[in-house]
């Protein structure tokens, strides 16, 4: 469709004319500018709805929702058109078939050698290992092998040595979808460990003796401790409710030497909802800082990333300080279940704040223990209150601790939204299906590529040039700030208005460490270099041998002067009154100002892997992450944006 | 009078000072004159802290028996306990305290007491004289001129005894104009934009009054700043009511019929009492210690803290914006012209003038928008977020400024050459300070204190290189480009660097901090090794080919 308008959100003078093109797995958008060609590339499994306006005399307004937090405003000219799309967005978006997603499309031109190895990179039963399990108290269970006990669960378990297959068995029955509790992490120092299941089927006086046999069985593999903690992550009203239904909470009095404890954190609708209501408060245009406090507020979803971190500090807490093991459910345990337990391994190992280690870690908490992905993010079309941000909020909670523990963590903010963008892509197969039986059946490993070797094939842009793996905060247990200190969770708009740049720092303190350390390393090769030729010059000397030195290129200064920044932006629209000055149009820069929408340019969309990712935000940063200037700001006529690259790609 | 006089018991044994992330200590109490020191000499880890008395806002007292406890609130917005036996020594202290932390004559603070210890490179008093100032414009320009018209304080008791004026406008004229304006504070030069000659004013409001008056030598002042053909904006830092308002008390504003080739936009600052309120709600929500504290972003917004720095910054960035981007000349007054004017021409001149984000040009900047232009120090930064005596004249101003700064800061962390701690260590300054700078409320009481004489500038001890190196900021590379700030509410952070300073652990917060001091330094360690090497290398090559020509 021609002639189509892509609104800029902050400013509503602001938009780009172009073309608009469909294809079988993404949308795009190519402005007209004919030097640029400025492209939008939007992938269809990242759509999370369309909306159609009214038609007005401009045209006809189709608001497009994504996944990752971008919100695409277009104006067609035709409402004939304009509804085509609609309709073929619709279909689109809503793919009914795992085929039909783009991971089943997408070549990285990587041959079957290196696809295997890629997912060779996480491996389960090494992270067991590295916790040191099997041994005395933990071992490996096949009672699931051909997932005949859980289908939810994967084939490999750890379970304490002391439970027989009787016991998991007659556990499971007495546990929702028959998720017995098994083990999620071992911390090797005390024995003590986290376990996970879901909740009891105990409605209000029904027991199990196998039950109580696996629990007892998790605290004879402690011996350090007479107790264990049982932790629901529910709120108690949730959990008795639950007792009506035939399920329901353990009763201390059923099971010896437990403590009990609820944490309350809400159910999928709840965090549905509060995520919709901050996503409208995101995308109010112009609000007031009342608006904006007042509606974060109101949305709660900082309450909730408060209290899903509450409860992996309390576990944390428990396993490193008191040494006590702890099994955690909620209601399926695949949900707060995998966020809680995620988070305190995250608190208490730091393997997990590698990049490597976080990888493992999803893997471990999420996807191999049947974290419905295909549900939750919706990339089949199914049922709408299956969905909800389970995690995304993870995700939220690492940076959080991000910001309250700069140095502890190997990676940066990118990494956790690349991520997230990718969970709902569907590019990569790590996060299809519902189960790890499901993906086995679809042969996932043999028909797509994993997310974490793309991931790691280009950590180098991932890094936080703030870590230092001997460092305190690094070692051993995190132990954030429990209470009071609400004011240390802040709104991240580097997630949620992702896609508005002008609304972030311009320019990068990370980004501009890491073109420090590069040049840095630069600088110790070429150190080592001149001292040996130093050496040799003087040897040479010495011998009164006249060999001409013929390396005066060398001399050539590396591209360490200081660069000439390129950081103008415009102004945003600061007062109305302006607009109507007779003088002369306010709106100057608007061409420069248009980068704020994401991008790709030609150049960038061509490379293979680029284009088929999608994710343009990479393609902006790619070109600007080197320098001090942060992606999304375009230099202004006073600036030298040349000069400014080729400071950081010189050498 | 004599301090000794005020101080009952000048010290106290086994006292125990109570501090948020520290344990508790057992130490002596001392009263001086002007400090309160407290020392613990236990073992290894002796330390002392040293209170100003003026740095302290209020003190509450309670008593358990006959252990007496003090609570000191501090303008610095940090709160320590002291628990001391005996109920009569822990009385005498606590009035003791009170008297001396709010003694009224200037002469009697610290800063006419201050010895100091570091040896002075450069008078501070004399580091940011107007006639450099002028040096550098006229180098550029040669329309403006500086005006002795004030030598005396005789025209305007606010304004410093030189400014810079239109060439074209004599001094007789400006008498007329300073009639005409509120304090007699006339239109004066507050910034020259280089890159297109346009430049900013500030002025008070004109005094229009309900019968619309008007002043033909004021209309040909601010024209004569106007480039032939082009306009002007006057940005009005009240809202169109309020200014309206003002015109019953004799105040207003200007008449586009007498201005045509200006136009005017209103803005909304809050002023006095109301920022203050602010100020006081944000610091009891942000030392709000109860365990559920579910209502914090409510109590964030109520306190409208971060509305006054949208507010400010918009303001700051229209009147840029109209310079840079419109190539407009620009007139910015409230009222008196000594509070939010300021705030916006200060803002605006970090926005615009790169120079303005170096610790020299900084520094400059407070200067000259700040202390020159008369902003009252003294009335405004008299008491911070514990005052309990609720003065009209009391306000954050210059703290919602430096709040502003570190927004943009924040914003463009490479663009500064100096840090947050730079900016914390002004605020502090402003609310107590050994030094003499922040003392008074203009340059006409400064000069009458005889500051120059009888006390420190901060400048001399700020801008040694021991104390510099603390306020550099390592990732500064000079960025001569104007900086346009992002004012959405996603882009507006509440400052935990002033505001939960005392509440919150900071050691990772300063391990980061570190981290990048070191890859920096490396770095620059490096560069200069690898330098050395190459020239070592250059020379023995010439040395090589000297010989071999030979």
């Known amino acids: ?651 | 009078m004599e301090f000794a006089e005020l101080i009952k018991t000048p010290r106290a044994d086994n006292v125990v000072l109570h501090r948020p992330f520290y344990l508790a200590v057992e130490g002596t109490l001392c009263l001086t004159g002007h400090h309160l020191i407290f020392s613990s000499r236990r073992q290894d880890n002796a330390e002392e802290l040293w209170l100003l008395h003026s740095n302290i806002d209020s003190i509450e007292k309670r008593f358990v028996g006959s252990l007496g406890t003090i609570i000191i609130k501090c303008k610095d917005l940090r709160i320590i306990q002291l628990d001391i036996p005996g109920m009569e020594e822990c009385l005498n202290i606590a009035s003791s305290i009170e008297a001396l932390s709010t003694l009224d004559s200037v002469t009697l603070m610290y800063p006419f007491f201050y010895r100091p210890m570091f040896d002075t490179v450069e008078d501070g008093w004399r580091s940011f004289l107007p006639d450099q100032e002028f040096e550098l414009l006229s180098s550029v320009t040669d329309e403006w001129r500086l005006s002795c018209i004030n030598k005396e304080f005789s025209v305007c008791s606010s304004y410093p005894p030189v400014v810079i004026v239109p060439k074209s406008i004599d001094d007789e004229a400006l008498r007329k104009v300073a009639i005409f304006r509120h304090g007699s504070r006339f239109p004066v030069l507050s910034y020259y934009h280089k890159k297109n000659g346009m430049v900013m004013m500030r002025s008070s409001q004109p005094l229009t009054g309900t019968n619309g008056r008007r002043c033909k030598e004021d209309e040909k002042l601010i024209n004569a700043t106007l480039r032939p053909g082009k306009r002007g904006y006057i940005i009005d830092t009240r809202s169109l009511n309020v200014a309206q308002q003002a015109r019953a008390k004799g105040g207003g504003f200007e008449q586009e019929a007498h201005y045509p080739q200006w136009r005017r936009i209103h803005k909304c600052i809050e002023r006095f009492n109301i920022l203050q309120e602010s100020l006081i709600k944000l610091v009891e929500a942000c030392n709000d210690q109860s365990h559920n504290m579910d209502r914090w972003l409510s109590k964030l917004e109520a306190s409208n803290w971060l509305t006054h720095i949208k507010e400010i910054l918009t303001a700051a960035c229209l009147a840029a914006q109209c310079i840079d981007r419109e190539g407009a000349s620009v007139l910015v007054h409230g009222t008196e012209g000594t509070d939010s004017t300021l705030q916006v021409t200060s803002l605006a001149q970090i926005i615009l003038d790169p120079s303005c984000r170096t610790i020299r040009g900084f520094e400059s900047l407070v200067v000259r928008e700040w202390l020159q232009a008369g902003h009252p120090f003294q009335q405004r930064c008299a008491q911070s977020a514990y005052s309990n005596s609720k003065q009209k004249w009391e306000a954050p101003v210059f703290l919602l400024f430096l709040d502003c700064v570190w927004q943009i800061l924040r914003q463009f962390p490479c663009s500064f050459e100096f840090n947050e701690q730079f900016l914390i260590m002004l605020f502090e300054h402003a609310y107590a300070s050994q030094f003499g700078t922040f003392l008074g409320n203009n340059e006409n009481e400064r000069s009458k204190l005889k500051l120059s004489q009888k006390t420190m500038s901060l400048w001399s001890w700020v801008n040694r290189s021991e104390e510099l190196s603390k306020f550099q900021n390592p990732l500064f590379e000079a960025n001569s480009l104007v900086i346009w700030p992002s004012v959405a509410p996603q882009s507006l952070q509440l400052w935990e660097g002033v505001f939960l300073r005392w509440n919150r652990p900071s050691k990772f917060l300063d391990e980061a901090h570190e981290e990048m001091n070191n890859i920096i330094k490396y770095n620059k360690e490096l560069q200069a090794k690898v330098n050395a090497l190459r020239r070592q290398l250059a020379e023995m090559e010439t040395d090589d080919k000297m010989q071999e020509n030979l």
């Open chain 1, 1 to 651: 469709v021609e002639n189509v308008r892509l609104l800029d959100r902050l400013s509503s003078r602001k938009a780009a004319l172009g073309t608009l093109y469909l294809t079988a797995t993404h949308v795009i958008f190519v402005e007209n500018v004919s030097e640029t060609r400025k492209e939008t590339w939007v992938l269809h499994s990242q759509i999370s709805s369309i909306e159609k306006q009214a038609t007005t005399a401009t045209g006809c307004p189709l608001l497009i929702r994504c996944k990752n937090f971008q919100v695409i405003q277009l104006v067609i000219p035709q409402e004939r058109d304009c509804h085509d799309v609609y309709i073929s967005l619709i279909r689109l978006a809503r793919p009914v078939k795992y085929e039909e997603l783009y991971c089943f499309s997408f070549n990285p031109k990587l041959d079957k050698e290196e696809r295997e190895k890629g997912w060779k990179l996480v491996d389960l039963n090494e992270e067991y290992n590295r916790m040191g399990i099997p041994n005395n108290y933990w071992q490996i269970s096949d009672v699931n092998r051909d997932y005949g006990v859980c289908d939810s669960y994967p084939t490999e378990l750890y379970v304490p040595k002391s439970a027989t297959a009787h016991i998991i068995v007659g556990s499971s029955k007495f546990r929702s979808r028959r998720r017995f509790p098994a083990l999620s992490y071992y911390c090797k120092d005390n024995n003590a460990s986290i376990c996970r299941s879901s909740q009891p089927l105990s409605g209000f006086s029904a027991r199990c003796l196998e039950d109580e046999q696996m629990l007892q069985a998790i605290r004879k593999a402690n011996p350090g401790s007479d107790f264990i903690y049982v932790v629901d992550t529910r709120p108690k009203l949730n959990a008795m409710a639950n007792r009506a239904a035939g399920k329901g909470y353990e009763n201390e009095d059923n099971y010896s030497n437990i403590k009990f404890q609820f944490i309350g954190i809400e159910n999928i609708h709840v965090m549905r909802n509060s995520l919709q209501k901050m996503l409208e408060v995101c995308e109010l245009k112009s609000p007031s800082m009342s608006d904006f406090l007042w509606g974060l507020e109101n949305s709660g979803w900082l309450k909730h990333i408060k209290a899903i971190m509450d409860a992996g500090i309390f576990i944390a807490k428990a396993v490193a300080e008191e040494g006590v093991s702890v099994l955690v459910h909620c209601s399926d345990g695949w949900d707060r279940t995998a966020q809680v337990c995620s988070v305190a391994s995250l608190l208490l190992d730091p393997y997990y704040r590698t990049m490597k280690g976080f990888m493992v870690l999803i893997e471990k908490d999420w996807v191999s223990f049947g974290h419905k992905f295909n549900h939750r993010y919706g990339n089949l079309d199914g049922d709408p209150k299956e969905i909800s941000p389970v995690i995304d909020q993870f995700i939220e909670c690492v940076w959080q601790l991000m910001e309250q523990f700069p140095c502890a963590f190997e990676f940066n903010e990118r990494f956790l939204i690349h991520i997230q963008h990718h969970i709902y892509s569907c590019q990569f197969g790590n996060f299809l299906c519902n189960s790890q039986k499901e993906r086995r059946e679809l042969k996932i490993q043999e028909r797509t590529y994993s997310l974490w070797a793309h991931l790691w094939k280009n950590r180098a842009d991932y890094l936080n040039p703030l870590y230092r793996s001997d460092r305190g905060q690094t070692q051993g247990t995190l132990r954030p700030q429990m209470a009071p200190c609400n004011f240390l969770y802040k709104f991240w708009s580097g997630m949620y208005n992702r896609f508005e740049k002008g609304l972030h720092p311009r320019q990068s303190v990370t980004d501009y460490l890491m073109a420090v350390k590069e040049e840095t390393q630069q600088l110790e090769e070429e150190l080592e270099l001149l001292g040996e030729r130093l050496a040799n010059l003087q040897k040479s000397q010495l011998n009164d041998n006249k060999v001409k030195s013929k390396q005066q290129d060398r001399s050539k200064q590396l591209g360490l002067s200081t660069s000439n920044n390129s950081l103008a932006n415009t102004p945003q629209e600061y007062s109305n009154d302006l607009k109507s000055f007779p003088s002369r149009s306010p709106s100057q820069g608007d061409e420069e100002d248009s980068a704020l929408i994401l991008t790709q340019d030609n150049l960038k969309s061509s490379d293979p892997d680029l284009s088929a990712n999608s994710d343009q935000e990479s393609g902006v940063e790619d070109l600007s992450c080197r320098s001090p200037s942060g992606g999304g700001c375009l230099p202004s006529e006073d600036s030298g944006k040349d000069s400014d690259e080729a400071v950081f790609l010189a050498v």
